[in-house]
């Protein structure tokens, strides 16, 4: 979209914000906003409904329901719980009436802090799976969803795709859906670890902090795959771009400033300083919400 | 063999010693000792050759080399290294000649500091398997061996039994041959930290210090399976009968008191004090012995 | 004591208990006992009036206030929280009626789970003292205390006595109370994880997992020391002379056997197989409680 | 320097760079070079004369060893080796001839990876100091050091200054020397991971990636302090306005550009997406570089 200098984000919303103009209609894509004002919680909900709609914004068609919540990485534990609810309310609508096993799934590099998202989320998860198994159904409550968990590890850790490790245990354990956390990486730092983006297409290439090269989605699992994820990082290529696009006019000047990026900022991320703090907070927050849909 | 009460071990060491008098035959077992004196290094092979030999010592028909090391938790970094090479030896025997790829399993838990050897051994080992998909078999020295490893978690962190998932991977993955590291259940606190098992027979219920239930081996997973385990800690219960054992000359007696020994101790191990600084070292240990034999 | 052999305990409630009858009165100590049998906790003061109290209990004069509560290492949240009013509750009262700085320190060594519990609750407590020293005490609630922590180490890992850096810290930073939080031994495995220790007497010789080696109290530091622990571990040589005990009546007995204990059992202890899980919410529940009491 | 807005770097090497024209001589400042071509590591030792060559750098007076080793990140066992042999001869020089009693401290946040670099090193040391005051000072080599360590944490963890941690130990424990490992800033990303600073002048405000306000050095803690640091990260801030520099070429534009780039970057860092492996090994290599200078 960008030429030879690819601006990355993994959110659905700032993918539509980059069109110019907050009111342009796309064509096969839908919006909706709504603000909770009392709560500081606002919700867009972007519907790519038509491939058409899907080539434009760069992600596939599917539904991307995003959470601001400015004060997310601050203390506050009550506010924290409404967050918390919002997460189990999407998560529930996602998955559909029916009871379901799931398999949550942890991805990302615990080594890395702002990477831990993911393996951080499964940590405080309630898993329940081998219980019903062994003393039956009712060991649940009604409703309750049988909870299984993995951490598969990134590629430099493990040789294997991501995807590999994940569809040799659907395979194995036949979860009736996935739900995948990652940290993702955002284009404004303004929404770092204060976003909360919860869609029904999974995981799609190019994806987070580290390498998950192949979808983990519906199509290459064969089961729905709910994907929750927190912007934690801004590509460090993307940061230098777009302080230049601020700072200058011409279209030309823009194109002739991002070839002289350096490549090697490609391989590099920013992140905020207190990154440990806030993701202990906005981890488990996810996980409370997951506990709050699942059991 | 022992009633009610269970004496647990995981070394085929111990259960050869448990028969009393040293020098008994036991058919279909067939042992051999051998000690190199100068670098303190005692390696005995149990060969147990027949289903007789199986039932009598409560562990598969294979191949057990034990080897005992009583400086392995001192700080010496050139023993070692000699220790490393012994294990190379042998797993470069038991993988047999061709080359391989190889899947790597660091069973256990790894928030527990005892049951944590297998994490910690993934943690070092040099990981090759996506370096030869990306840039071919010539990336790697000849005879090595592609390696990919897979940190699985235990069944309350996953809900999953251990085998699913290896099982998943090895069907999504083919590698030829499973290496499988686990923490071991010792009968003597004596053999804790100083001995390696390395055995062609996998990993068999009731092993290490988690719930591993079903056998992680060539008939559930269909490629060999070489495992390496060290004792880091003993059942409490064992030892508690042990003890008794020792004191109380009568037969009937025994039997007397290891019934009178409390359920409570079968949910509760024994570990040395610096079992942190001890396991860094064996873990560092195996990692290299892997890392010389693969790579 | 017991002769050669010692039979460690750090609760107060095991030291009175050791003496045989219930109903013995002990000079100079006096015990009194209530039961929330609705909340499920109970709770025992021990108050050791005079020396000989002391001589007698093996434990300095002081205050020692046990909550037993035999669902806390359960997943329960409200009771949790029952638990944590309970903690903040005797901590406010031995702080007294003031607002305090205090020092909050976390012994005990964070690489082994069962003594993990100091830096755990570190981990997940409310800092403040830097806030207060930047924007002063007006950005703390009324009566709230600012708190500063740290967490020391073992002696393994720094090469000194955790009361030299305690002491050095206190004379640098004059906090007005140090809370010690430290895994203890018990002597019962039916008390492990299940049971809170606080008292005003500080932490002294020979208590917790680890070496720490010398009192860490009001007479070593110069300012009150309240110490909260939670047993996690029963000495090895404990386990296995208790369950001797119960098993052989005569005294001359017990004598004997007690002297055929390997000494190579006080270097291990005895710990549950899911310490880690019932850590992570004991734990959990004692930073609450502090930062109930605290903030 | 720079008006407003500070670009940020704690390597004086850079410092010296940022003077237009290599070959600036600056007053106060001397440069020696060399390089070990066949090994690959260069060096360069800026020593600042003066208090006016002080002011000019914005670094004080004293000595600033570089290593630049280009393959530090690399697996490559030998080179390792050859490095840390380098930091010993190094640090062996700066302590001086007679042996000497050391406290290491490792700066930084062990929860936030690029900053980990401190506690990692002091991870791998080897601890001596309470062996010597058990055993004597003959259980050491000759000319070895006895060696104590702490890793304080950071302010948001501890509410303390770390220079008020460290100032308490050292006055309780009367260290001869201290050596303070720390995370650095750089200014370039070409220098992250492969660049070592050795210096005799401490650690000074602004340092690394946390904050460490205070200086650590021999004026606040009465003893020599040697500080060894890697640039981990580059301020998101600087990254930015060094791109612009080399973009624009008027002086008067690069102030106005300046001047716009947002202040939250001034909360956020750049590093390597692998910097978990590449931090492994550096700290090992520093690790070891001690504990050949030191035992």
Request: aromatic share 4%; hydrophobic share 35%.
């Amino acid at each position: 979209m960008l030429g030879d200098f690819q601006v990355r984000t993994d959110l659905a919303l700032e993918a539509r914000e980059s069109f110019e103009g907050d009111d342009v209609e796309i064509r096969g894509v839908r919006i909706e906003e709504s603000a909770d004002e009392e709560r500081e919680i606002y919700t867009t909900v972007v519907r790519i409904e038509t491939e058409n709609g899907a080539r434009l914004m760069g992600k596939p068609v599917g539904t991307y329901i995003t959470l601001e919540a400015p004060n997310m990485s601050s203390e506050d534990e009550d506010y924290h719980r409404e967050i918390s609810e919002e997460v189990a309310k999407h998560v529930r609508t996602l998955l559909g009436k029916e009871e379901r096993t799931v398999l949550v799934v942890g991805l990302g590099n615990r080594e890395v802090t702002p990477d831990a998202l993911g393996p951080d989320v499964v940590n405080h998860l309630r898993i329940t799976r081998h219980i019903v198994k062994e003393y039956g159904r009712s060991s649940l409550k009604e409703k309750a969803s049988p909870v299984s968990a993995v951490v598969p590890g990134v590629m430099a850790q493990t040789g294997m795709e991501t995807l590999e490790i994940i569809r040799g245990i659907v395979r194995e354990t036949s979860p009736q859906a996935v739900i995948a956390i990652d940290a993702l990486a955002a284009r404004s730092t303004r929404r770092l670890n204060r976003t909360i983006q919860i869609t029904d297409t999974g995981i799609n290439p190019g994806s987070g902090v580290g390498n998950h090269r192949d979808g983990i989605n519906e199509e290459t699992l064969g089961v729905p795959v709910i994907a929750i994820g927190v912007p934690t990082v801004v590509d460090a290529a993307t940061i230098v771009s777009d302080t230049l696009e601020q700072l200058v006019d011409e279209k030309e000047d823009r194109q002739f400033f991002r070839e002289k990026i350096s490549p090697q900022l490609n391989t590099m991320f920013v992140t905020p300083k207190d990154i440990d703090e806030t993701l202990k907070r906005v981890s488990y927050t996810i996980s409370e919400g997951l506990n709050m849909a699942l059991s």
